[in-house]
Nanobody
Framework: QVQLVESGGGLVQPGGSLRLSCTVS????????MAWYRQAPGKQRVLVAI???????NYADFVRGRFTISRDNANKTVYLQMNSLKPEDTAVYYC???????????WGQGTQVTVSS
């Protein structure tokens, strides 16, 4: 079974930066497109960014060039570099396959990002 472990979250002031990591085990990581999602308090989980198996990327419009998704196939890890953080970025961040796949993996626990002064 595939396991997803997110890490790197924490408390940061507005304008600050964080780098999130998602480590994938139990499958051949390099052949899968990956995505970051987030769920803010009282809201639904939404898509943040996608990276293909060939490292092509797409971003949600609310990211506005502030976030960068990348992957390290040797370490079976996908990253989300978050710069110029805003309070509205506060959420639990999750990784998984992009929307619409036939057999999506079980969600991990996510990592909490809190942007506040």
């Amino acid at each position: 079974q595939v396991q997803l472990v997110e890490s790197g979250g924490g408390l940061v002031q507005p304008g600050g930066s964080l780098r999130l990591s998602c480590t994938v085990s139990g499958t051949i990581f390099s052949i899968y497109a990956m995505a970051w999602y987030r769920q803010a308090p009282g809201k639904q989980r939404v898509l943040v960014a996608i990276i293909s198996s060939g490292s092509n990327t797409n971003y949600a419009d609310f990211v506005r060039g502030r976030f960068t998704i990348s992957r390290d196939n040797a370490n079976k890890t996908v990253y989300l570099q978050m710069n110029s953080l805003k309070p509205e970025d506060t959420a639990v961040y999750y990784c998984n396959q992009p929307p619409g796949v036939v057999a999506r993996w079980e969600w991990g626990q996510g990592t909490q990002v809190t942007v506040s002064s």
